[in-house]
């Protein structure tokens, strides 16, 4: 989660919350609970500062769980936020994925309500640990349920691998479980639904690349073109290491016949901050049409002077015989979350088929 972002628990969206719960019930403290809040969040980053509400919210609502999940409930208006705003209820989630493991239907009522305003995906992993056979089949119900959002909930609250998330050791270790709700949403309508049935299957392939192979090459029979993404968005990570079950069920896991030119870079030593455009020419040598998958891999600097590779998607082409076709990207060196820029020696390859082909190194400044 981006720093910047945890500022939006905020004086005027504890001051909402605590509105929201006064006409659920009269008698909620909003004073004392704002006071309460706010005292302390400067300091805090974005999930705890929802944790810090939410004990809040424990401090001032019942004690017994049922009554205090009733007033919750009352509280939701009936129009919800949407995009960044529905995170005004992640104080809520985390309530409910502490203090509602005690009742599991009164917890489960809660979250069918509160995933179609914001995700239940955090909390319900609490109760895949604490009662697996009653939440997988409360899961399996839910996957035909009418909310799109409570469909996703099923593919996403799964994930062995969700961001932000402390991962279910249980599932990397089988994921058959999931996989059983997986084949339920394959070919759910929403689109929204089918991205996190592809992004659980990519968790699985990290831990079980030829489980992972083996279902998508089952799903590619007779697939629809919704399910087809589904796959290609699936196996993305195995077709960025070069596994040739995943490269050979997207058509494309033949070995090239190219030569790869020299990268052409721009400019040839960019600075930290600033940005790289590169491209390179690649030639047929085969008297076959191919089909060829090209990415390109950077070998970043780390701060111990090592390389750390990292592949980017670039594009798919059909190569004539004897053909050429040039290609080409850019690359940013700007500080990320996910990655600092260092100075030194970055090496490009082009990955072609999954087979990687020097282009040249760069030396960034």
Same mark, same amino acid.
């Given at each position: ?27 909620? %403290? ?12 400067? &300091? *805090?980053?974005?999930?705890?500062? =929802? ?59 809660? &979250? ?20 697996? @056979? ?6 399996? *119900? ?20 969700? %961001? ?12 058959? %479980? ?82 790869? =030119? @020299? ?50 998607? *670039? ?5 004539? %015989? ?5 290609? =080409? ?24 088929? =999954? ?11």
């Amino acid at each position: 989660m981006a720093g910047s972002f945890k500022v939006f628990f905020n004086r005027q969206v504890v001051q909402g919350i605590a509105a929201d719960f006064v006409r659920a019930d009269s008698k909620f %403290p909003a004073t004392r609970f704002c006071k309460e809040c706010l005292d302390g969040l400067d &300091q *805090l980053e974005l999930l705890a500062r =929802g944790w810090h509400i939410a004990e809040a919210l424990r401090r001032h609502l019942p004690e017994d769980f049922e009554a205090a999940s009733s007033v919750l409930l009352r509280s939701l208006p009936d129009e919800s936020f949407t995009g960044l705003d529905s995170f005004r209820y992640l104080p809520h989630i985390f309530y409910v994925s502490k203090y509602g493991l005690g009742n599991f239907e009164a917890a489960m009522a809660a &979250q069918h309500e509160l995933t179609q305003r914001f995700t239940a995906e955090f909390s319900i992993r609490a109760f895949l640990e604490k009662y697996p @056979s009653q939440t997988l089949g409360r899961l399996r *119900l839910w996957a035909s349920d009418p909310s799109h959002h409570v469909r996703r909930l099923v593919s996403e609250g799964t994930r062995p691998r969700l %961001p932000w998330a402390s991962r279910l050791r249980d599932f990397q270790r089988d994921p058959a %479980p999931v996989i059983e709700l997986l084949e339920l949403l394959k070919d759910d309508p929403e689109l929204y639904v089918r991205r996190s049935v592809a992004n659980n299957l990519n968790d699985i392939a990290k831990d079980h690349p030829g489980i992972a192979v083996e279902i998508c090459r089952r799903w590619w029979a007779d697939a629809s073109d919704e399910r087809q993404w589904i796959i290609k968005h699936a196996l993305r990570s195995l077709v960025k290491a070069g596994n040739p079950g995943a490269l050979a069920i997207l058509g494309v896991g033949a070995v090239p016949k190219v030569a790869v =030119g @020299s990268a052409r870079f721009v400019p040839k030593s960019p600075r930290i901050g600033g940005r790289l455009k590169f491209d390179f020419t690649l030639t047929s040598t085969s008297k076959k049409a191919q089909t060829l998958q090209v990415d390109y891999r950077v070998h970043f600097v780390k701060a111990n002077r090592g390389t750390s590779p990292k592949v980017f998607k *670039l594009r798919r082409v059909e190569l004539a %015989p004897g053909s050429e076709v040039t290609l =080409g990207s850019t690359v940013s060196f700007a500080p990320m979350t996910t990655r600092e820029s260092r100075p030194g020696v970055h090496s490009f390859e082009a990955v072609v088929n =999954g087979v990687g082909f020097a282009l040249g190194c760069i030396r960034l400044q």
